[in-house]
Each structure stands twice: as C-alpha cells, then as structure tokens.
C-alpha cells in the first residue's frame, strides 16, 4: 500500500514560497511516478507537476519557472518548491500516484495553500 501524506501549505503573501513534500511509503521501491495537482475552490482538480523514479520532471505552463520538484533520497519523499507565488495558486494540493507496474493508485489527503496579502 503507497499512501501519500501532504505537508507543508499555509498562508504566504503574493510573491512569497512555500515548500510542499509529500511522504509516500514504498514509492520509490515501487518505482512510482509521483503527480502533484490542485484544486481551487469550485474549479477542476489540475494537474501541476510530475517526477519519475529516474528523477524526469515536467511542470504545466502556469508554473513553469516557478516551481520545482524534488526528491529525497533514500526517504520516500518528494517536495514541491514553490516560489513567486501568486494569488491564483491558492488551491488545495494533492500528492498522487500513478498506477503503473508494482504502485498502486492513490491520493493523499491534501494541503491547502493559500496566497494573499
């Protein structure tokens, strides 16, 4: 069972950062691709960024230049740096897993980012 716990969210004024991780049990043994997405109020859940077990990134447009996504190590964790942030980044984010081989589905239960000033 991979199941990803969020940390990390809070309240940031508008061109602040905040770091996100996500610690999931087993993905990396697992060889887990790892998504993080996010929701804001009464929009669809986006998807925002992924990393593959070999450490390959990919980000949507909205954030590119912006965030980064990483890996620990030897930890299961992957974190979500997110810098100049801006008011339409405030949503819930959500640590996913990919089905795919030996990793299961599965979604953490989100942290919520709000940007205001």
């Known amino acids: 069972q991979v199941q990803p716990v969020e940390s990390g969210g809070g309240l940031v004024e508008p061109g602040g950062s905040l770091r996100l991780s996500c610690t999931a049990p087993g993905f990396t043994s697992r060889s887990c691709v790892l998504d993080w997405y996010r929701q804001a109020a009464g929009k669809y859940r986006e998807w925002v960024s992924f990393i593959t077990p070999d450490g390959s990134s990919q980000y949507t447009h909205s954030v590119w230049g912006r965030f980064t996504i990483s890996k620990a190590g030897g930890n299961d964790t992957v974190y979500l740096q997110m810098n100049s942030l801006k008011s339409e980044d405030t949503a819930v984010y959500f640590c996913?897993?990919?089905?795919?081989?030996?990793?299961?589905?599965?979604w953490g239960q989100g942290t919520q980012v709000i940007v205001s000033s």
């Open positions: 996913h897993t990919r089905a795919s081989g030996m990793c299961p589905e599965a």
